[in-house]
């Protein structure tokens, strides 16, 4: 017979949203259930963020070797071992485990069961040999890598993020379907540990990002002898006794094979509702996932959706945003809602290409002429200079007021600048505020105050203020 768990809140995954979730109710002393079917913190630590950026990290090391002249240093024996890059990857992902430990959440007063949960009816879940009633349920089951329908592809063996980071040799030739972060870092990080790397785009790379700060990036990555081939969709792939055949078709209708000895499917991802019981809970979903509102309630009022299940952005630092506005919501019973309008997103790349705010285009169709984008090139940059990382741009859309609208960034450390620029947007700033501080030399951050500055590059040459110099001048 099941045994019967009544806590006041189940959260259904242990990935990103659901152990903050799970974390922070446990600090209020709230009792709760914790349900996982497979490895405790989910895709970020396992299969997703800290995987990808560990062997990002192991690629600009070896890279940084092939700069180095540059500086005056000259290694000798470059020699990459593809097995000691994976074992850095390893490391990081066990350095960080405890911390998303079943120990640890136990340690916080959390029940954690290591089962597949299902609901089977409006306010009951079946997790194992477990039945749950709780007040309020939190889905937080995450995504999965969306494989596309192309003919052969079942039949060839291929990667996904969940078996890439198994590799221990360099692939000899990686082709990657897909051109968005997931395909573009990871084709970056093998390109760099010695891989042939060929990347099949349908459409456009970085399609999600500003076309002119995505056109860095791509010259950047290309520069390091990435093929990647947009507006090139793949028709069908075979298998070869070296590993696969891929057949393309270009936008042009150029038809192109390539040879490849590994295969990495990054197109998308798919919500994981399949088998979670849905319908019989009441909970409505669509090919995006679970549909929530802007409180991320569910059509079901007692079950919550966060994270890359609930079809909006995927990220981890949404997931984490979402599940600080459920515990307000459930807690606390305050009113909550979702303002996507704020969250930055960071392709971490060489150059990094960061976002936040309203794209240029965005900004142009809401307030027309009254917009201004102005940008700072690192060319021009002191610190970009002496880097020898001098590719890149930095551009802000400024709006009514020069109110601050918007921020796109290509260059290093693009990531770390747009958390400034995320604040800045937070607290509705504007160019006034962004060119005011003092920013400390030599450093990446003054593209920012220099571009800010621009807002206000014809004042000079302004009649007005000249006159007002004029009189000022006049009392001595
Ligand atoms: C290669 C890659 C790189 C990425 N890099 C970044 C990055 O740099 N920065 C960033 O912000 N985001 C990044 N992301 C996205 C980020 O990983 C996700 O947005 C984040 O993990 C989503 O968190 P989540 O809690 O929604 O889901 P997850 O972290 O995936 O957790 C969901 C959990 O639910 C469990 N589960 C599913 N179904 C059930 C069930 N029926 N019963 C019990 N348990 C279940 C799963 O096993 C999983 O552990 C990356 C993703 C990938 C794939
Ligand atoms: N740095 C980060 O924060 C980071 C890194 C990786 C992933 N992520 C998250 O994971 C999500 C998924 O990443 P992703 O790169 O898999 O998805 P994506 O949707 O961003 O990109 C997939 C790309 O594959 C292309 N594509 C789809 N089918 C294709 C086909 N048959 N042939 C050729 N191209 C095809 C699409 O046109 C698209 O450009 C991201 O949107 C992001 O939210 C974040």
Not at 37 to 42: H, Y
Not at 202 to 224: C, H, S, T
């Amino acid at each position: 017979m099941a045994t019967l768990l009544t806590p006041d809140i189940c959260v259904i995954g242990a990935g990103s949203g659901g152990l903050s979730v799970a974390a922070a109710a446990a600090a209020f002393g709230v009792d709760v259930v914790l349900i996982e079917k497979g490895l405790m913190g989910g895709d970020c630590l396992n299969y997703g963020c800290v995987p990808s950026k560990a062997l990002l990290a192991a690629g600009k090391a070896a890279f940084g070797q092939t700069k180095s002249p540059q500086f005056g240093v000259f290694s000798r024996d470059r020699e990459i071992d593809f097995a000691r890059a994976n074992d850095h990857v390893r490391q990081v992902i066990a350095a960080i485990a405890p911390h998303d430990s079943q120990e640890r959440f136990e340690g916080l007063g959390v029940t954690v069961l290591r089962e597949r949960a299902k609901f089977t009816s409006p306010d009951t879940l079946a997790a194992g040999n477990h039945e749950i009633r709780a007040r309020r349920f939190v889905i937080a089951t995450g995504s999965t890598a969306f494989v596309p329908p192309i003919p052969g592809l079942d039949q060839v063996p291929y990667l996904t993020n969940e078996t890439l980071f198994d590799l221990r040799e360099a692939p000899e030739h990686l082709a990657v379907i897909g051109g968005g972060p997931i395909g573009l870092e990871m084709a970056q990080a093998h390109r760099r540990l010695g891989a042939q790397v060929t990347v099949f785009e349908a459409k456009q790379a970085l399609g999600n990002d500003d076309p002119d700060m995505a056109a860095i990036v791509l010259g950047a990555l290309r520069a390091e002898g990435i093929e990647i081939l947009e507006g090139t969709a793949v028709g069908g792939i075979r298998k070869t006794e070296g590993g696969v055949l891929i057949s393309a078709e270009t936008s042009a209708g150029r038809t192109l094979e390539v040879a490849a000895s590994h295969l990495l499917v990054a197109a998308g991802r798919v919500a994981n509702v399949d088998g979670l019981g849905l319908e019989a809970a009441g909970v409505d979903h669509d090919g995006k996932g679970v549909r929530v509102d802007k409180g991320l309630r569910s059509s079901n009022r007692r079950i919550y959706a966060i994270g890359d299940v609930a079809g909006g952005l995927q990220f981890t630092h949404v997931a984490g945003y979402q599940a600080g506005l459920v515990i307000r919501s459930i807690l606390f019973r305050l009113p909550v809602a979702m303002n996507n309008d704020l969250v930055p997103w960071v392709t971490y790349t060489a150059p990094e290409l960061g976002h936040v705010g309203l794209s240029e285009a965005e900004a142009r169709k809401k307030y027309g002429g009254r917009v201004k984008v102005l940008t700072a090139d690192y060319d021009e940059n002191d610190r970009a200079r002496t880097e020898g990382e001098t590719t890149g741009r930095l551009k802000l859309i400024a709006g009514p007021g020069g109110r601050l609208l918007g921020a796109d960034i290509a260059g290093a450390k693009a990531g770390e600048i747009i958390n400034l620029l995320s604040l800045a947007l937070s607290r509705k700033m504007t160019m006034k505020d962004l060119a005011g501080f003092i920013a400390a030399y030599p450093t990446l951050g003054e593209l920012v105050r220099r571009a800010a500055i621009s807002y206000y590059a014809e004042a000079p040459a302004n009649v007005w203020v000249r006159r007002l110099i004029g009189l000022l001048r006049k009392f001595g």
